[in-house]
């Protein structure tokens, strides 16, 4: 039997469908299968179905750059450089910051802060984004993307690097297919 692959999202989701069946008057005997049998209430089987989709990718990026995903529609999700605006447009996206400091990592580097930023789409529309990087200081930079498809396998995980000049971008492009067995693709547009 292959592995099975699970995802935090899909925990969080199904501890929602739960408390979501649950709070509408439903016990656990109304889940649905397979946390049950399919006796459940319309609500919670709906959330249920919605975890059936799993597809998903993530952009991770260093300190020096400012993510933003665009989709077809121009809908747009990550921090708008000049402005520092947090955009969230595209559905079911999200943008964060990690930021770590020296001295709780390495006290030889007291005082310095590293910083990364990810962007994360859930259930994306199979087609393309265009990914553009802003650097306001420039330097060596980082990129990692990840690709999860419909039945939550993760596909080959993409890694590029390379020196961004100040006061600049650079854009990609991001083909996501989200199919089983097939690769989405993160390529350079410079």
Sequence with gaps: MPPTFVKASVVLATIFCLASACSQGGTRNNLPAPLQHETSTSHAVQHYK?????REFNITVGSTLWPVITDEAGRRTGRDSPTSIVLQEIPNSA????????????????????TSRQIQVSQPANGRYKLTLHSAE???????FYAYSL???????????GEIAPATEIHFLIVFTGVPGSTSTLTSTQ
């Design 50 to 54: 919605d975890l059936e989709d799993l």
């Design 95 to 114: 943008y964060g910051e990690d930021s770590v400091s020296g001295d709780s990592v390495d006290p030889m580097n007291a005082g310095s802060t590293s």
């Design 138 to 144: 420039g330097g060596r930079y980082m990129l990692a």
């Design 151 to 161: 039945d939550g396998h993760p596909e080959r995980p993409v890694f590029r690097s």
